[in-house]
């Protein structure tokens, strides 16, 4: 991609420091600090009702913060809202455009509001929509919908991009274009804040990761860091049966294993991060037949973000 305006280079992309939002009945967000470089793809993730939204809402300008300070690109909303406009892109979960309007006509409308930016054909181009040009929106399928918000972000050649959500509901090679739309921006040294419900969406294309529960954030670094947190290479998960479940006298015998790093259990299901699977797993079979305990379920999977997620908030990052 072009870059089709000098891009500052001093300091960092985001900034935020003390950042507060409270609502009638919660507080979403309570005294956050968070920073990204230029340059960088950064994920932002956590349950629902962590105040991730809020915040991203707040860094976009739709909603004011009660306290702290928010500074995108060296500017601030307070003094330099039209500044802030013409330098960042956003795409929204769901963005609803005039259904009668063509591509072209829509994307033209969007690359009206900047005084600068990329062209038309360009846009057209890069998202992958000539064949749907003159197509009216509202026919669009949901993926082709989301490469027009796509263009429409990057309508102004922006240098700070939020995409909020941006594969929800996508089929595969949908969610694999815009994948690849993500990764040519950062080759053009774009910065990309995103937030996403998918895991190895989060692995494969942020350098950083910041994750949030109840306002606060719990955890922050590269996906091999986080990954590292886990306290082992390999997880282990089973389950025991009938009134074998919850026998938690059995988490302490199993913390005890040679190469056994954690262990937790919930509902009969037991949760275990290990050093090596071919010694940690005879010994817990070992002790299993021990205690005469049967097996309902048994699986090992390398250890993934989706595990840091859990043992940080006890939650899967899709569970409602």
């Excluded at 000098?6 to 009638?24: C, D, Y």
């Excluded at 994920?43 to 004011?64: D, H, M, Q, Y």
């Excluded at 309007?101 to 969007?110: A, D, G, K, Q, Y």
């Excluded at 690849?180 to 942020?206: F, N, P, S, W």
Aim: hydrophobic share 40%.
């Amino acid at each position: 991609m072009a870059l089709h305006k000098e891009m500052e280079a001093k300091g960092p992309a985001l900034h935020l420091v003390g950042l507060r939002k409270s609502f009638t009945d919660v507080r979403a967000v309570d005294g956050l600090d968070l920073e990204v470089e230029r340059g960088e793809c950064f994920g932002l993730l956590g349950p629902n009702g962590a105040g991730k939204t809020t915040t991203i809402e707040i860094c976009e300008g739709l909603t004011v913060a009660d306290e702290g300070t928010v500074e995108l690109l060296g500017y601030n909303w307070a003094t330099e809202a039209s500044a802030i406009r013409q330098r960042i892109g956003i795409q929204l979960q769901e963005t609803q455009f005039p259904d009668k309007l063509t591509v072209e006509e829509t994307i033209r409308l969007f690359r009206s509001f900047y005084h600068q930016g990329l062209t038309v054909d360009e846009l057209i181009d890069r998202v992958q929509l000539e064949e749907k040009r003159t197509a009216r929106v509202g026919g669009l399928s949901g993926g082709q919908k989301q490469r027009v918000a796509m263009a429409t972000a990057l309508a102004g050649d922006p240098e700070l991009i939020f995409l909020d959500e941006p594969t929800t509901g996508l089929d595969p090679q949908a969610r694999r274009h815009l994948w690849d739309l993500v990764e040519d921006l950062k080759r053009a040294g774009r910065t990309i804040i995103l937030t996403t419900h998918y895991m190895d969406e989060a692995e494969r294309l942020c350098d950083r990761i910041a994750i949030m529960d109840h306002g606060h954030k719990i955890a922050q670094g590269t996906p091999q860091e986080l990954i590292a947190m886990v306290g082992g290479e390999e997880i282990v998960e089973f389950s025991v049966g009938g009134n074998d479940a919850g026998d938690h006298p059995l988490v302490a015998s199993l913390r005890a294993i040679e190469d056994v790093r954690t262990v937790s259990e919930n509902n009969g299901t037991y949760r275990m991060a290990v050093a090596a699977l071919h010694t940690a797993v005879p010994r817990i079979f070992a002790e299993l037949r021990a205690r005469g305990l049967h097996l309902s379920e048994f699986r090992t999977h390398s250890a993934t973000l989706e595990d840091v997620f859990v043992q940080l908030t006890g939650r899967n990052l899709r569970d409602e």
